[in-house]
């Protein structure tokens, strides 16, 4: 195995790591193992996790269940293609995600990441009126402060200010942005709270082919939490408008925000919902789109009679593997309860940023807690300093935010917010 040394020189020369320059490089922390909460550095330090790995690694790292179920499956097929075949992993996920989602929700995409399953979401929404026989309608209605991924299709329905639509301008499709909900978790969504979105859906309903929205939480646009009233509000006007509702589950699906789907929070059923990240416990990439038969049928007997889309991993057996044994395993425990005690040890332990120097707001939902900072941070150095005491998180713009895996113990989950409160109080006097 390589030196620390001898690593970090071919990362610096050749590796080009996420949102980073190849010329202004952000420091990187090598990793040698990963155990439950904690990954090791090569270096021998030991770090909380409080980023399931961008949110997907809700079991913890290197799980006893997960890992069989890839030996066991590796033992009969790594891959085969899902043109024209098929296998028990893949029908078994399936099986599995129809009985979980709403009951709409009858067909199952398979694909190979979040980013992509947000383009097939749209493909479907897109193809789903042209064989209504209304191609104008061509353009999605998304919210300010979202976010949806980072390919072409995906990023065009991110905020417009922050998600990178000045560098694509001219290749990105043009659509429609609402204003990002104003009315908090937990509070009524007032007339006036939702009239600008309702003014755009209205004023432009013929040429809108779906609303696309993370429900309850806006992810990495902000770390917003809304109110499930809007939610509701939302799919009615959609209804009326005749224009298909898409719900982004991404980051919310498998218990994140308190219930197993954000939508449950406002008992409502998108027409098209894409799943991806948690799905297989953080173990392979893997996503899911699933439509109403309304929305299947109807693509399925226009022209050209299909649906035109068709990744090379799509079902991927390994993936589709780890994803069944991952599912199995939080609904055998009391993965409510757990996020549960999450939230409580969030909004105990991180209650002191609210009275730190430069803190704007302190909120938390389900197993997710937010800082946000009345000024953007330097994210090498409030990581440096997170990392010498002994906890891993990966502040953001204004944000610093924690989503510890689910089976995060309370001393840990404490070590996280005493570190966070620490340097933060630090930060604000520099």
């Avoid at 790995?53 to 069989?68: E, F, K, R, T």
């Avoid at 890839?70 to 899902?82: C, I, K, N, S, T």
């Avoid at 749209?122 to 064989?131: E, G, P, R």
């Avoid at 976010?147 to 000045?166: E, K, L, R, W």
């Amino acid at each position: 195995m390589r030196g620390v040394a001898e690593l970090l020189a071919i990362d610096r020369a050749h590796a080009w790591h996420p949102y980073t320059s190849t010329l202004n490089q952000d420091p990187v922390y090598p990793v040698r193992a990963a155990r439950g909460c904690r990954l090791e550095l090569m270096d021998g330090r030991e770090l909380i996790d409080g980023m399931s790995s961008w949110w997907c690694a809700i079991h913890g790292y290197n799980h006893p269940v997960l890992n069989q179920a890839l030996r066991d499956q590796l033992e009969a097929m790594a891959h085969v293609m899902f043109g024209g075949l098929t296998h028990e992993p893949a029908v078994g996920l399936i099986e599995r995600l129809v009985a979980l989602t709403p009951a709409p929700l009858q067909h199952v995409f398979l694909c190979d990441s979040g980013s992509v399953s947000v383009e097939v979401a749209i493909k479907m929404a897109l193809q789903y009126h042209q064989a209504r026989g209304e191609p104008g309608r061509h353009r999605l209605l998304a919210l300010r402060s979202g976010y949806h991924g980072d390919t072409f299709g995906a990023m065009s329905v991110c905020d417009p200010v922050t998600g990178m639509h000045h560098l694509f301008a001219q290749a990105l499709p043009r659509q429609l942005f609402a204003p990002a909900p104003a009315c908090p978790f937990g509070a009524p969504c007032r007339d006036e709270d939702i009239a600008g979105f309702a003014d755009l859906l209205w004023e432009h309903r013929r040429e809108l082919a779906a609303v696309i929205l993370e429900p309850i939480v806006q992810g990495a646009g902000g770390m917003r939490f809304y109110s499930a009233d809007y939610l509701r509000r939302v799919r009615e006007l959609c209804d009326a408008a005749g224009v298909l509702l898409i719900a982004d589950e991404i980051a919310t699906g498998f218990g994140r925000s308190g219930r197993f789907f954000a939508c449950e929070h406002a008992g409502i059923s998108p027409d098209i919902m894409t799943l991806g990240k948690a799905l297989t416990g953080g173990y392979l990439t893997l996503a899911a789109t699933l439509a109403s038969r309304e929305v299947a049928a109807t693509i399925s007997s226009g022209t050209p009679g299909v649906f035109m889309h068709g990744p090379t991993f799509m079902g991927n057996p390994l993936a589709c593997a780890v994803a069944n044994a991952s599912i199995d395993l939080l609904l055998a425990r009391d993965w409510a309860g757990e996020v549960r005690d999450i939230q409580a040890g969030l909004e105990a332990g991180l209650a002191p940023c609210r009275g730190l120097t430069g803190v704007a707001e302190v909120r938390v939902l389900g197993a997710i807690g937010v800082v946000e900072l009345e000024r953007p941070v330097v994210m090498r150095d409030l990581q440096r300093r997170l990392v010498e005491r002994g906890v891993w998180l990966r502040p953001f713009g204004r944000l610093l935010y924690l989503m510890p895996p689910f089976v995060i113990e309370a001393r840990d989950l404490a070590r996280l917010c005493a570190a966070t409160v620490a340097v933060l109080d630090e930060w604000a006097g520099d």
